[in-house]
């Protein structure tokens, strides 16, 4: 069934999502907008009819990443000089005037531009997913064989790269140009202190991104919010860890890719993991069906040294997001933390 929020009703969520995620200028930018479709102008020209499910489609946000996007090449000057992404200054004014004049200039950009869907492949999320992840190796005792769905640019997948302290335990590369401290989780702490061996990791995207080109570095900036300098810093180490690990990412659908991987169940004598973020909610129910079809296959095939995981950070309710683990052979369902959507306020709630 096709969602029944409108553009403008995708344009007040979207609004109170910046505002929760702590963007002033998003919420204000998203506002005038807004304004700005219900009056016919060019928000209307642009985006009307381009889908028929713009929340789901994120079309606000898809908007936005074009503006970024030419500012950050310099194609924007006028937006550059307010974005603190791009060395600018924004002091609270409302400079929706100015990101329209920016669309009148670069018409074709922005109905080119909007076409691309959202991969923010935020790297924020790594620390509660990487707390998924020690639970399984501690659980198991067996090597890890990680298979990711809707990798974007492959960033999680590089999950190992980075540096994990929760101000008890720690775990990753203690010098990483990418570190996270205490302060992501909140009450009690998932235990990082354990041994993960990896066996193997594969990545899986319909769009994958190259970030071993400016384009695609570019690209990766651009959905995220310019004046959210330090989701722009994490990201940018991100992009310098990257550039020094490689990783092939299959483009192909989900669902198709995932079946194809586990046609003969999962690794044996090793924890079979498929893990995504904040993708779910993008997936065609074929490529779900698929995706489902896949790990019930090779759920029936997993056994006690050889188990088969579903690890998934996804909406949960407008504010926050849940990790959940589903475990075969069993087929257990667990809940295992509450995170902000952009990673933070990790509330580990798994049983120890």
């Given at each position: ?7 403008a009703q ?11 995620a ?14 700005d479709?219900l009056a ?7 985006l009307e ?11 606000p946000l898809?908007?936005l ?10 194609r ?9 992404s ?6 609270g004014?409302?400079?929706t ?10 018409r074709?950009d922005?109905v ?8 923010t492949n ?9 707390s998924?992840?020690?639970l ?6 067996a090597?890890?064989d ?5 990798s974007?640019?492959?960033?999680l ?8 302290d929760?101000?008890?335990?720690c775990l990753?590369?203690a010098?990483?140009?990418l ?12 235990a ?6 990896i066996?193997?990791?594969r ?33 940018r180490?991100a ?5 020094r690990?490689?990783?092939?990412i ?5 669902g ?5 991987q ?7 004598g090793?924890?079979t993991?498929?893990?995504?973020s ?6 065609p ?6 995706v489902r ?7 029936s095939?997993?056994t006690?040294d ?9 909406p949960?309710?407008?504010d ?12 257990e369902q667990?809940?295992?933390a509450q ?5 933070a306020?990790?509330?580990?709630v798994?049983s120890?």
């Open positions: 069934m096709p969602e029944s929020f409108t553009l995708a344009f007040e969520r979207q609004v109170h999502g910046a505002a929760i702590g963007s002033p200028m998003y919420a204000s930018l998203l506002n005038g907008l807004l304004a479709y016919g102008g060019f928000t209307a020209e642009i009819g381009l889908t028929d499910t713009p929340l789901h489609d994120a079309t898809r908007y990443a074009v503006a970024h996007r030419l500012a950050l090449e310099g924007a000057p006028e937006l550059a000089a307010l974005y603190p791009c060395s600018g200054r924004w002091d004014q409302d400079i005037d100015v990101l329209l004049s920016v669309v009148a200039t670069h074709g922005f080119r531009g909007v076409q691309r869907g959202v991969q935020e790297v924020g999320r790594a620390p509660v997913l990487v998924g992840l020690a399984l190796a501690e659980r198991h005792r090597p890890l990680i298979l990711e769905i809707g974007s640019a492959g960033l997948s590089r999950w190992d790269h980075y540096f994990y929760t101000g008890e335990t990753g590369v010098d990483s140009l570190r996270f401290g205490p302060a992501w989780w909140k009450g009690p702490k998932p990082l202190d354990v041994r993960i061996d066996a193997r990791k990545a899986v995207d319909l769009s994958p991104i190259d970030i071993s080109t400016k384009e695609g570095r570019t690209t990766m900036l651009s959905f995220v919010w310019p004046d959210q300098m330090e989701r722009i810093e994490r990201l180490a992009l310098e860890v990257a550039a690990t490689s990783l092939a299959d483009q192909a659908d989900a198709v890719w995932l079946g194809e586990l046609r003969d169940g999962g690794a044996r090793a924890t993991v498929v893990f995504h904040i993708v779910w909610q993008y997936l129910r074929d490529t779900k069906d698929g079809a896949a790990l019930a296959h090779a759920g095939k997993a006690t050889s188990p088969l995981a579903w690890l998934r950070m996804e949960a309710t407008p926050h997001a849940e990790l959940r683990l589903t475990t075969w052979p069993t087929g667990e809940l295992l995170v902000g959507y952009h990673g306020d990790i509330r580990w798994a120890p």
